[in-house]
């Protein structure tokens, strides 16, 4: 797929969505614009979605919508278990998803990214990280999260997937050798959870995880929740356990202060759509 | 707000959702540039989405995603009435929701949409209409909808009103007088579903609308469903009845064939993130 982000005067932002269409952002600052060994960093300021990141032209983290994302990736899976002393984060550079994590009375969340210059650049132009790393509860990593999960002795009460798309970079942290590999660092009563991409551009991509993580967990769960600035509109996550089916019962924990979660989206977000459940078989 | 749609060399249409963010689709062909007495209509053909309707510069519908919202515009209160015979679509000239009407039992449909140029576009470049108009029970009605209202002797089990949005001249067709008209057009135990704007964008207008919704009907509801194509995501509708509460039991109905909407989508949808319930108070 064609990606872009700044044109040429850097006056605006483009994502390509799809090979044909896809969001602009008016840019009133670039705030940071580097290459890593992994990807291109840019961070670009918007009038209405104040800062922007993109990693190698796709549109990662807005700060006027981040909240939907981070608390739909984090708090499904942490408000459905008992007791998550040990949270695993792989990905998740901006810090949005350690933040909410630490809002749960976690002992300990590694978070384990691969690119150090994200780090920097989101610790100088976003404030989640900081407070989270102050907290003494919060362990970074920088690296490869793949390694990370085979050589670590740890073991996890709730492991977040917080990657890229199923595109590109990060397609191996979609397939299924990945998935058995995180399936051995759960600790008993565990849960996944990831994002795994757009409900409009990705379809087959959940048909085929679909089909391997029926074999590899006894409740494989779907779901959906909305990110405005996202690849057209709706977003797919993935609930993962052999203990706890999160469609039946309700939260056990909700944070004070959560912007977009609560029960009843809890509930809803695994309600899906004809089209998909045909997708998922 | 600045809205675009077709740029100068007409290889892209582009619409401003925010003043500087948007959406772009690459322009394949220009299928459709007239401006009638109410707006500018714009149709082109796009290679993800297919064909592509603007009015004034707004997106209303692409052949690949219009069952996202004319399924859950319509299917919502039509499944939710034990016996929807009549049925008014005020706007809507597109034709989506009047097919959607039609999978439900019902005896007489009136569609009643301002713009005659709309309708005679869509004839010729959407598939939707022709066939509703050949059942025998659909009945088209050139001519404002918040007259119509006010004249017709006739009452009708639903109202559904799938206007533009709460800005420019549908404006009228989301205030407090024409929700009390509409509502003396209802026969016993009868719905409206109206579709009320974005989530992100248009907050408060819901705000506003709540207030008085709260006044006139015993069963003021909100729902939501993404668009994948509408602004910044998800989309908000009104569920607006003195005898059914939509939250309670399941729908009555489910027509064949259906992409998206089904028992578990209806009940979800009701469910609303915190800052949105913060808002409608």
Redesign the interface.
Known sequence: MKRSSLNKDRSEA?EFQ?????????V?KVLYDQTSSFQRIEIVA????GHVLFLDGLLQTTEK?EF?YHEMLVHPALASHPNPRKVLIIGGGDGGALREVLKHPVERAWMVEIDGLVIDACREHFGWLEPSLASGRAELVIGDGNVFIRETKEKFDVILVDSSDPVGPSTVLHEKDFYRKLRTRLRPGGIIATQAGS??LHQDQHAAKSRFLKRLFKHPRFYLS?????P???WVYTFLSDAIDPTIGRPLRIPEG?????P??H?????????L?AKLG
Do not use: Q
Request: net charge positive; no cysteine.
């Open positions: 483009r799809t090979p044909t269409s896809g969001i602009f952002f008016k009133r918007n009038r209405e979605f919508d939907y409900l409009v909305p990110v405005p600035t996202y057209v509109g709706m959560l912007k977009y979660f609560n009843d989206v509930r809803a977000a695994f309600a899906l759509p004809n089209f459940k």
